[in-house]
């Protein structure tokens, strides 16, 4: 009789709870209509605790949804009120063909834009540069000016959309030109909505898609970061990226240290530039890999959200608990995509994508199947972004908040990560810090020592990779495979000549002219790099500005 009461008491102190924490944040964002029920029309509880199993209360250590330290997601309602965004990355040859793959996107379901850029553009050369040639359009869309920019979003509402770019070294820059497109439309700064990946520092770690040395790059993203706190207030200006650090071989530990080690770097750079913490922090995002274990991806996101939500109170002060709480967009693992029996993929990433959601992702882009083989076709990137919207709409998953949180592997898992990480995290402070850490090549050779032991389970046939050492076939690929426009160099190259003859070269000139004094003093370069993408000034000319200013970064022989 004891035990019931005790459980009517817990049951009610959770109706409690409820009532008080839930209140502001369910009548700012209600959840959903529907009934939340079983394809047996069983009704699904909101959160589920140890109280609704065993009458015991575990919840002092294992936390509810929307609180600190967040464990169990950084909302109370999550998904139930509003399902993650479906941002699918996309991005190829020129700006019309891709702008078409975005609308096509957009009436497809897809919520939110995610641009992904040629390599010229991610390394800061316009499409007629010599170092360009023969790369044109390749992984992405050529972005050269600001013409290209108002092509790419032609039709496009920018105050309604929310826009993802994964660009680095010239963040800064693609940023400013995607303001400029927006003023044009009539759309104030701080109407915009989206996130810039900006993150220079695993650039140096595992991508290399670096420009300029360490020390002034770190200086550009704190400049974004700063006009973004002031102009841009709904903007994310850093996206801090475990997804590439994996995809260079990591584990998922090291993804998780790493990438958060990062952030926090970041953060410390901010405050040296005299930034209040609860202004800029909770514009921090994230953006982490979904691999094919399902638990440690799960318990991954879990780990981190813990991690960053200590760190920013205890370590850094931070007063907002909007800084505490770790944002994050997840992308399926293109690492683990296989060209053999490619309609596999399928499975994989449905599998990955699900461990996103049960992770708590905010938004979620699914890779198609045949991105081992080419760009994704329209039809491959269909299935992508229908794999979400089943899991959101039939799965069930999302009726329920953590449905995974109590359970002893996952929260063993969550635990074990954690200890992963910061080790990792004394590691680092015992070299010196990250930048010092990048430079004695720590992180670089942490992660090739993960990538050779992964490929060597795999030759050895310790590792299965279905159609690859197990399983195999030798039928042909019968999917379609994406063409571009064999036209779109061409086209892109006489777009460049005529913003250069059309523009007012003075202009341009006075612009480039004010960047480089900028860049050489202390001021906030964003203005000037404002003020350069309104005057037509191209991506390369900016570029070199501050190449001249700079310098160029190589990194050394021996890493």
Known sequence: MYEIEQTKHLRQQVDKWEQSTLKTSLERLPERQEHFLTTSSEPINRLYTPVDVTGLDYMDDLGLPGEFPYTRGIHPSLHRSRVWTMRMFAGFGTAEETNLRFKYLLEQGQTGLSIAFDLPTLMGYDTDAPEALGEFGKCGVAISSLRDMELLLEGIPLDKVSTSMTINSPAAIIWAMYIVAAEKQGVRPDQLRGTTQNDILKEYIAQKEFIFPPQPSMRLVVDTIEYGAHS????????????????????????????????????????????????????????????????????????????????????????????????????????????????????????????????????????????????????????????????????????????????????????????????????????????????????????????????????????????????????????????????????????????????????????????????????????????AARAFATLGEMVGVMKEVFGVYHEPAWL
């Open 232 to 531: 841009v207030p709904q903007w994310n200006t850093i996206s801090i990226s475990g997804y590439h650090i994996r995809e260079a071989g990591s584990t998922a530990a090291q993804e998780l240290a790493f990438t958060l080690a990062d952030g926090m770097e970041y953060v410390r750079w901010s405050l040296q530039r005299g930034l209040d913490i609860d202004a800029f922090a909770p514009r921090l995002s994230f953006f982490f890999n979904a691999h094919n274990d399902f638990f440690e991806e799960v318990a991954k996101y879990r780990a981190a959200r813990r991690i960053w939500a200590r760190e920013m109170k205890h370590t850094f002060g931070a007063k907002d608990p909007r800084a505490w709480m770790l944002r994050f967009h997840t992308q399926t693992a293109g690492a683990s995509l296989t060209a053999q029996q490619p309609e596999n993929n399928i499975v994989r990433v449905a599998i990955q994508a699900l461990a996103a959601v049960l992770g708590g992702t905010q938004s979620l882009h699914t890779n198609s199947m045949d991105e081992a083989l080419a760009l994704p076709s329209e039809h491959a990137v269909t299935v992508a972004l229908r794999t979400q919207q089943i899991i959101a709409e039939e799965s069930g998953v999302i009726n329920t908040v953590d449905p995974l949180g109590g359970s002893f592997f996952v929260e063993a898992s969550t635990n074990r990560m954690e200890e992963q990480a910061y080790r990792l995290f004394r590691r680092i402070d015992d070299l010196g810090g990250v930048l010092p850490a990048i430079e004695k090549g720590f992180f670089q050779s942490e992660i090739a020592e993960a990538a050779y032991r992964y490929q060597m389970e795999i030759d050895l046939g310790r590792r299965k990779i279905i159609g690859v050492n197990a399983y195999q076939d030798q039928k042909p690929i019968t999917i379609p495979i994406l063409e571009m426009d064999p036209s779109g160099y061409q086209r892109q190259i006489e777009r460049l000549d005529a913003v250069r003859r059309e523009r007012d070269s003075g202009n341009v000139g006075q612009a480039l002219d004010r960047l480089r004094l900028a860049c050489q003093g202390s001021e906030n370069t964003m203005p000037y790099i404002l003020d």
